[in-house]
């Protein structure tokens, strides 16, 4: 069984910081592409961030600039460097990995349960 589990999200006002982690565990043989997605009350789930089992990064146009994502792959863990926060980045914050198995190296994508990231004064 494989999970992802994120944490460090919270409250933070405009201008401010946050780092977001995912660890992945389980059986894992590898991880591929790893990813940051975002929900907004009302909205669809919105890719923020990925990141190639390579460390080649792409990012949504609204965090460009702002936004850093990395991995450590020793530690099967994904980032999300977040600066210049902005209150329309508040959101749930959602990881996503493509794994493969240890069991059968079958990949298959994996969610996260979400971290809250709320951007107010």
């Known amino acids: 069984q494989v999970q992802l589990v994120e944490s460090g999200g919270g409250l933070v006002q405009p201008g401010g910081s946050l780092r977001l982690s995912c660890a992945a565990s389980g059986s894992i043989f590898s991880i591929y592409t790893m990813a940051w997605y975002r929900q907004a009350p009302g909205k669809q789930r919105d890719l923020v961030a990925l990141i190639t089992s390579g460390g080649s990064p792409d990012y949504a146009d609204s965090v460009k600039g702002r936004f850093t994502i990395s991995r450590d792959n020793a530690k099967n863990t994904l980032y999300l460097q977040m600066n210049s926060l902005k209150p329309e980045d508040t959101a749930v914050y959602f990881c996503?990995?493509?794994?493969?198995?240890?069991?059968?190296?079958?990949?298959?994508?994996?969610w996260g349960q979400g971290t809250q990231v709320t951007v107010s004064s």
């Open positions: 996503n990995a493509n794994i493969a198995r240890r069991i059968d190296n079958r990949v298959t994508n994996y």
